[in-house]
Every structure is written in C-alpha cells, then in structure tokens.
C-alpha cells in the first residue's frame, strides 16, 4: 500500500497572516511519484465519477513519462479550467471517490496532478491555435462565470461571434469576488479569462441584463442567448438582529475582499470591518472560505456554526482540514435564534440553540431538531451568514415567457434550451447552488445545443 | 461606477441625459475620498468603470399636485423627476434645501420645470431660514389636496418630511442612500428595513413608501465605515491614485 504524496503548504501559523495561496503546487518530481502509483487500470471508475469525463488514466500516463504537454492536452479536451478545477474541485466526491485505490488505502491525488499540469502549461505560456473561420453566427453569453466561460469557449472555437456581458467590473463570476486569493489567485483566472479572449471572445464587463440591456433586446441583436447568471443572492437566515452592523452575507464579506480588494485597505479604497471575535453560520465552502478570510483580517477567534454535524457538512475536505489546522473552531449542531446589538446598533453577541438530529430528510442527511431549553449565546463582533444562496431574479423578473421553478432557478430541456426559443441557460442559475465543474457541464452541453441550433436556422 | 483600480464602487444618481449626444449629467458633493477623486478629474480624462442605469424607475403618472422635496446633494435626482411628473400632467411644486447658499444647486433648471418652487437654507443665506418640512408643513395648511410628496436627501430630512406627511395620509415615496458595493442584488449591503421586511435598495428600490422605512435603521446603517472613511480621506489623494 502507497500513501500519497503530500503537496507542500504554506505553515498554518505563517499563512493566517497572508492571503497568499496555501497549498503550493507539485515539483515535476512529486507529480512524476504521485503519477505512478496509478494502476492504469482497464476500467478506470475516476472517470466515470468526472463530470466533464477527463480522461484521467492517460493524461495520468504521460506525467508518468514525463510527457506534460500531452498531459496537458489531453486534460484541455474535456476540461477548459484545468488550473481552477485542479484547486476547488470537491474531488473527493467524483473522480478520487472512485479509484480502484482509494478502496483500500489513499487514491491517486487525481485533482493536484490536473493542477501541476494546468500551472506547467501556464507557466510556459499558452499555445493558441490558429483562429477558426468565421460563421457570420452571433451569440451573446450573460455572465461569466466557469458556465458563460465554458460556453464561449467552446461557441468561439466553432467559429461563432461571442460576446459575454459581465454585470461586475471584473469576468470570472465567483471564481473573482467569492473564492478568497489563499484558495485560488486571481491570477490564474485572469489567465484563464485572456485564454479565451484569445479565442476571439469579446467581454464587455459593467453591463447588466435585464438592466441595462434587456434579454429581448439581445434576441434581436444575436442569433441565440446563453444565460448563466448564477446564484448571487444571498440567503438570510430570517432572524431577529441580522440587519445589525457587523452583520455581512458571506457575498458581501468576500466581495468586499476578493473583487474590491479590501484586505489591502487603505492602499485600496474599499473598507471591510476587521472583526476581532467572528461567528460564521453554514457548512459550506462559502463559510470555510468566509472564516479562513476573517481569520487573516486580524481575527483572533472564528467561530463556525453548523446545524448539523461535520458528516453533513458540504465543504470540500480539504477545506475543513485547513480550517481546522488554521485554528477555526467548529460548534456542530448550533443553530443561530437571534442576533444582539448594543446601543449603537452594532453586533455584540449571537444566541443560539443547541440540535439533534433526527430522521434523513429529502436530501438524505439526517434532519436537525431543536433541543429544547438549550440556549446560549456567544460573544461576537461580527457574524458572517453563509446559508446558501439563490439565483438573483433580475432576468426572470424582466423577462417575458422565461418559466422558473419555486427556488427561482430558470427551466431547461435536456438540452439546456428554456421555455423561450433561442434562450439557453445553464450552471448555478439552473440547478442552484452547485458546483464549478457541475457549471461547466452544464455549459458544455448547452454549448452543443446552442451549435446545433443556431447551424439549422 | 470606480474610478480606478483601487478604488470603490460608488453610486451616483443620473440627474441628466442626452441620448442625441450619448451623454449623462452626474452632479456629486466632494465629501469622501471617492468623490474628491472624482473632481479631480479634468475634462477628456476616463472613468475606469460604469455601469447602469440600475434600480426601477420612478413610477410616473397624473397625481394631480406633487411636492418634490430635495435636500444637498440629493437635489440632483429632482428635476428629472418633477420634469416628468410635469409632462404627465402634474402641478409640481419642488423644495430645495441646503445647508448654505453655496451648496444650493440646479435652482435654475426647477424654476423652469416647477410650478412653484421655495428654498431653504438652514443657515438663512437664501429663502426661507429653516427646514424643508416648514415649508411643507405650511403648505399643506394653506393646501389641503396634495396628493404625492417625493424626497431625496438626508436621511434625517427625509425622515421628517415622513414624519410631517404621515398625519396627513400623503403618499410619500424616499429614494434612499445605503452603502452599495455592487448594486445587483448580490451583496444586500444595501439592505433597508421596510414595513419590517428587508430589501435590498439597488434591485427593490431605490424608491419605497417613506411612511414604512426604518430610517433610524438606515442611519445606524450608514455609519459601518465612518472610522474607515476618514482613515481613507486623512491618508488623502496619493500620488499613484491620480
Ligand atoms: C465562496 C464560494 C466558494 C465556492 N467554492 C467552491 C469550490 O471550492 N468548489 C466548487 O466546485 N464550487 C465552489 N463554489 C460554487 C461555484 O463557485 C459555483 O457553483 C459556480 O461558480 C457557478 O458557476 P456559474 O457560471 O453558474 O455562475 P457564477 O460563477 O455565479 O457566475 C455568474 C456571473 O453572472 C453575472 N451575472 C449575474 N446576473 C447578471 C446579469 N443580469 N447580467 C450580466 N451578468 C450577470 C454575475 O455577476 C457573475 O459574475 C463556491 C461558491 C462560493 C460563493
Ligand atoms: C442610490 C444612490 C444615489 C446617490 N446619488 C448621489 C448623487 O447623485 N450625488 C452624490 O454626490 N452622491 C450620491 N449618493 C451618495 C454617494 O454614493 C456617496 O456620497 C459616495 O459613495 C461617497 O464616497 P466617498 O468615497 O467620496 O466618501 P466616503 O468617505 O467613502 O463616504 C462618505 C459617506 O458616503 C456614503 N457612502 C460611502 N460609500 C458608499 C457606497 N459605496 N455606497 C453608498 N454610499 C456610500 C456613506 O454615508 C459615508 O458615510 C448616492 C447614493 C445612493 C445609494
Ligand atoms: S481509478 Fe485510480 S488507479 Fe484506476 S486509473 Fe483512475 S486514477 Fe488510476
Ligand atoms: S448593493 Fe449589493 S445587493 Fe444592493
């Protein structure tokens, strides 16, 4: 039995005072041992459990043979955000959940190979191939998020004119103003990003659909509409206090840090409360993020609270692990009834009730119950809520003959097209919250739609 | 809109547009380090980012007689608005309130459009010495049938026009401030109290019934960056921000 190569990290006592990367990547070495305890085997299950179906045995074989350029080439023709899903795929739940290794001991680290071969290709610069010719189509992308990037990517490569608009100043959609720059730098997006400029992709940030242009007027101006607005809006725990100052949605906390560059205040001009005693509500990597983010503010106590227990939690593991050895601490089974304020209407501390859980609800895990009388609360300054979010309603509200279900996410065919002709939509905005790799499946396979589509008429 | 790389994402009201020229008339009060940047600017140099227009526009139909109540700054959203309501078909009367005499703007252009229009100064520098709201107190004496007040300003004042109309069962409609970041929905910074529920003011308002706000709310709400603003503002405009 082998054990994993471990990827070497920044020390938790160093990094909680940067917001530098934390894990720092495989040397050529590393990845070559890492890549040869793969068995190759002759039905792989790693790539059964990848959404995009890399071709993971392969390009696996190549780093082996110390062939990078092809392992990289054969990542890119599934997988056009190798260097991103590398870092924040929960690849524990799909492609590593599978290896016929993992059975018995640790699976091949599949997800830190796809990433030193991604961050191989970017540190020699990108090879573009030649330009396609021109299909005279056009085809405008809302949003740009790893589904409007994927989309475009793949619409270009075709031939077609695409055009993403962009609400916020900056594309990248949660990749720029939710994952903090110690889990993912901005860097590489923006690579990413210039790669499928170079594609011939045109982005036009500081435009919102619905406001400043609206989804008809795009119909009549493009051949076919792909919408992946994602799921923007923050969900509020609806509990007496939230509106206190010091109250931030997890949205508001990391966009003032990751888009506006507010944890480098007063040099940039956005500010952000540095919070001494932090509460942070939610099991996601929303709330790791958020918490690991308030720690490196100055924090000297983060607090995580979580209705359920750490089984339940969605977050992927890694993140939990580096919370964890960060100094975060965990109150399972904690439910927030009531946030309290001082005089000048500022947070001062956040009540709570203790749960149990009972039988599996419709999600499967266990549903939490409240254990009567069991009250406390908690000194804090600042709470962060990290509930989950919804898609932001601005096009469905603005838009005519767009069905959307109850949650607010729009309905889609199987083949990504909505209840209007022309209109396609995928990633967050469809399934809800979800997951970067779920998007840029989503935005593949809308992307094939929207060719067939738009060749026909 | 952000003026640079650095800088923070700040909302203006539109106050003017020519579609013929493609241009927008944004009036603002240097009182931060955002804003003093910004008239620093000279004309031909760029803005780094802008985006709009955001929020729902004001809802205009006949009424019949309008008080269009703007204090500071927050004069600049009135004349688009008492315009409109005039070509509807509204007597429109406007309020215009400034600290001081100086800092009065756009009293040229509401004379044009208003039926009537009264000014007050706190310090008494010009027109009435005193409030907004004494001239509205006295007008709806004088008026019985006033049948929609707007206002735009402090929230203070926008506040005690609310205070003065309730009593009255005049519709009133504030267009509130709050701290924005990215005026989509995504953030809820801009989260105000009304009728007790939360909305967020980019995408719900900015216009809501003033009789229903939580202004005290709002206020408390503005002030999460006062520390911050005025460490922003003493470290002043460096060199690398122009
Ligand atoms: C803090 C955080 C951490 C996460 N961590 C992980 C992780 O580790 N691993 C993982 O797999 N997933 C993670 N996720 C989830 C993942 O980021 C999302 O599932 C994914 O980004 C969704 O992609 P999308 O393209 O659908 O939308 P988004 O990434 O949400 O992008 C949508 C874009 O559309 C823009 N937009 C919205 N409305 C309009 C409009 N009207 N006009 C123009 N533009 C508009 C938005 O500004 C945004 O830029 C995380 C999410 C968050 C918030
Ligand atoms: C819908 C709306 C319309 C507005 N229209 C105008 C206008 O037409 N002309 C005008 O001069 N001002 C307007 N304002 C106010 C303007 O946005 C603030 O004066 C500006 O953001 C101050 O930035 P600063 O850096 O110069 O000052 P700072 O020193 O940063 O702040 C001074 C004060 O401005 C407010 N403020 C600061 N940052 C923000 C922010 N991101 N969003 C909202 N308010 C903030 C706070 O009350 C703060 O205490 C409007 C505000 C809103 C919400
Ligand atoms: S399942 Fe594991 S061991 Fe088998 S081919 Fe995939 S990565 Fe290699
Ligand atoms: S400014 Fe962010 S939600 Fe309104």
């Known amino acids: ?457 | 809109m952000r003026i640079d790389e650095k800088g923070e994402r700040i909302p203006l009201t539109i106050a003017d547009f020519d579609a013929q020229k493609g241009t927008i008339t944004l009036i603002f009060q240097e009182i931060g380090k955002t804003t003093k940047l910004l008239g620093l600017l000279k004309e031909g140099d760029r803005i780094l980012d802008f985006m709009g227009p955001l929020g729902n526009p004001t809802k205009i139909e006949k009424y019949g007689r309008v008080v269009c109540i703007g204090g500071g700054v927050g004069v600049a959203s009135i004349p688009l608005k008492a315009k409109a309501l005039g070509e509807a078909g509204n007597e429109v009367i406007s309020i215009i309130g400034a600290r001081t005499k100086e800092l009065l703007i756009l009293e040229e252009e509401l004379q044009k459009i208003s039926d009537e229009l009264y000014i007050t100064t706190d310090d008494g520098s010009k027109g009435h010495h005193g409030f907004v709201t004494d001239i509205l107190k006295k007008l709806i004496d004088e008026r019985k049938n006033i049948d929609l007040v707007v206002t735009v300003g402090p929230v203070i004042m926008m506040k005690a026009v609310a205070n003065v109309t309730r009593p009255h069962n005049i519709r009133t409609i504030a267009s509130l401030n709050p701290i924005m970041v990215d005026g989509t929905g995504m953030c809820g910074s801009c989260r105000v109290r009304v009728d007790g529920r939360t909305q967020f003011t980019c995408v719900d308002g900015p216009e809501f019934d003033a009789h229903r706000v939580d202004f005290d709310h709002l206020m408390t709400r503005l002030q999460r960056y006062l520390t911050e603003e005025k460490l922003s503002l003493e470290r002043g405009v460096g060199k690398d921000d122009v």
């Open chain 1, 1 to 457: 039995m082998t054990f994993r190569i471990p990827m070497p990290e920044q020390d938790p006592e160093k990094r909680i005072q940067n917001f530098g990367e934390v894990a720092l990547g495989y040397s050529a070495d590393q990845a070559v041992s890492e890549a040869k305890r793969c068995l190759q085997c002759s039905e792989p299950g790693c790539i059964k459990g990848c959404p995009v179906g890399v071709d993971i045995p392969d390009f696996i074989e190549c780093i082996k043979e110390g062939n990078f350029d092809e392992a990289i080439r054969i990542v890119r023709q599934k997988n056009h955000l190798p260097a991103i899903c590398g870092r924040v795929c929960p690849h524990e739940n799909q492609c590593e959940k599978f290896c016929l290794l993992g059975k018995k001991g640790e699976s091949v680290s599949i997800g830190k190979l796809e990433r030193f071969v991604a961050d191989y290709e970017r540190q020699k610069g990108f090879k573009i191939s030649s330009k396609p010719t021109s299909t005279g189509k056009k085809v405008a992308v809302v949003g740009s998020g790893p589904a409007g990037i994927t989309v475009s990517a793949d619409l270009a490569k075709l031939g077609h004119g695409v055009t993403l608009f962009e609400a916020l100043h900056a594309p990248g959609g949660v990749l720029i103003y939710g994952i903090p720059e110690f889990r993912l730098p901005k860097e590489i997006v923006r690579a990413e990003i210039d790669c499928i400029k170079k594609f011939g992709v045109s982005i036009k940030t500081g435009v919102v659909i619905g406001k400043t242009i609206s989804l008809d007027e795009l119909l009549e101006e493009f051949d076919a509409v792909f919408v992946g607005s994602g799921a923007g809006l923050p969900r509020w725990m609806d509990i007496p206090g939230e509106d206190l100052c010091g109250v931030y949605s997890a949205n508001e906390f990391l966009t003032r840090i990751n888009l506006m560059g507010a944890y480098l205040f007063p040099e940039y001009d956005t500010p952000i409360r540095e919070g001494k005693k932090v509460a942070v509500v939610g099991g996601g990597n929303v709330a790791m993020d958020s918490a690991r983010a308030a720690l490196r503010l100055g924090a000297n106590e983060v607090c995580i609270l979580y209705r359920r227990t750490e089984k339940e939690m969605t977050a992927r593991q890694e993140e939990i692990e580096h919370a964890r050895e960060e100094g975060i601490k965990f109150k399972f089974l904690t439910l927030p009834t009531k946030i309290l304020g001082d005089e000048k209407g500022w947070v001062k501390k956040i009540e709570c009730v203790l749960m149990e859980l009972g039988e599996p609800d419709k999600s499967g895990r266990r549903k939490p119950l409240i254990i009567k009388n069991s009250e406390f609360t908690i000194d804090v300054d600042t709470v962060i809520v990290a509930i989950g979010q919804s898609p932001n309603p601005l096009i469905s509200r603005t838009t005519e003959g767009l069905q959307v279900t109850e949650r607010g996410t729009l309905v889609v065919d199987g083949n990504g097209m909505t209840s209007k002709e022309g209109v396609f939509a995928g990633g967050d905005i469809v399934s809800g919250a979800a997951t970067v790799i779920e998007s840029m499946g989503a935005g593949k396979l809308a992307a094939r739609a929207i060719h067939e589509h738009i060749s026909q008429k």
